[in-house]
């Protein structure tokens, strides 16, 4: 599960790094807003459970686009030190902003799955994990499909290659950087909305999640798909393991050693291509 979803925030983050040559710093936020937008239409309004994923990510894909369309694009062009401190300024304002309107305490969410786990043989696990598994590895299916078989996952795959020629074949820029701020955007939103309802919602919960993305687009090698999805993986197993056989409090710690191990050996990741957003 832990996988899926982190699996989830590197693709989101691989996609916008690699089309747009930008470090959303915002990525751990977009995360905490899913996660608050499912409290607020599940806790709050009381709306079925399922729709308000539905829009909880819809949602996190609107204030995606209006973060790029608003902070993003007056900046195309500058240089990178620009857009970095813009982004981490938008960063810390998103961060402030939901814990004044949410207050600092954690809060849980409901769900609609039974409370008796699924068994199978000596394995039992809960079902809003089989749930949340289910519906990350069918969303990066679902990207990864975008990106291949579509007239836009062409177009961003060509802005990726050489945005100038891209441009001069008809392609629009603007747009394409806006669609990819947005999925990325929509993608982390969903994480955190599929995760909310597993653990806590609280307002620095973006934080290490941020961290675990940029970990995963690393290890994966920067703007590789498939590097970002199993890097997801190999992240949330090592941590896993690391909690089982040494600590629960080195979980994090462990993957995060496992970064500086790949960076020794291995420093454009493990999974660098020539080719890559695909």
Do not use: C
């Not at 915002?26 to 079925?48: K, P, Q, R, S």
């Not at 039992?124 to 291949?148: C, E, K, N, P």
């Amino acid at each position: 599960m832990l996988g899926s979803t982190y699996a989830l925030l590197g693709v989101g983050l691989t996609l916008i790094f690699g089309i747009m040559r930008v470090v959303n710093f915002t990525h751990g936020e977009l995360y905490t807003f899913g996660a608050y937008m499912v409290f607020l239409f599940v806790m709050v309004l009381e709306l079925n459970f399922f729709l308000a994923l539905v829009l909880a990510a819809l949602l996190g894909v609107v204030l995606g686009a209006v973060i790029e369309l608003t902070l993003l694009r007056p900046l195309r062009g500058a240089n990178i030190d620009t857009t970095m401190l813009i982004m981490i300024g938008a960063w810390i304002m998103l961060q402030n902003t939901e814990q004044f309107v949410w207050s600092g305490i954690a809060k849980s969410i409901n769900t609609p799955f039974p409370d008796e786990p699924l068994t199978i043989g000596p394995v039992s696990v809960s079902w809003v994990r089989v749930f949340v598994f289910g519906v990350a590895v069918l969303l990066i299916v679902g990207v990864h499909l975008l990106i291949h078989r579509t007239r836009l996952g062409k177009a961003m795959r060509a802005t990726f290659q050489d945005h100038d020629t891209a441009a001069l074949m008809g392609v629009n820029i603007n747009h394409i950087y806006t669609a990819t701020f947005a999925l990325g955007s929509g993608l982390a939103a969903t994480a955190g909305a599929l995760l909310g309802p597993v653990f806590v919602v609280a307002p620095t919960m973006g934080n290490l999640a941020a961290l675990k993305a940029f970990a995963i687009v690393i290890m994966g090698g920067l703007g590789n798909f498939k590097g970002a999805t199993l890097g997801g993986f190999i992240l949330a197993f090592v941590e896993e393991v690391g909690a089982g056989y040494i600590s629960s409090g080195y979980r994090d710690a462990m993957g995060f050693l496992l970064i500086i191990i790949v960076l020794v050996f291995r420093p454009t990741g493990l999974f660098a291509q020539s080719e890559r957003v695909g």
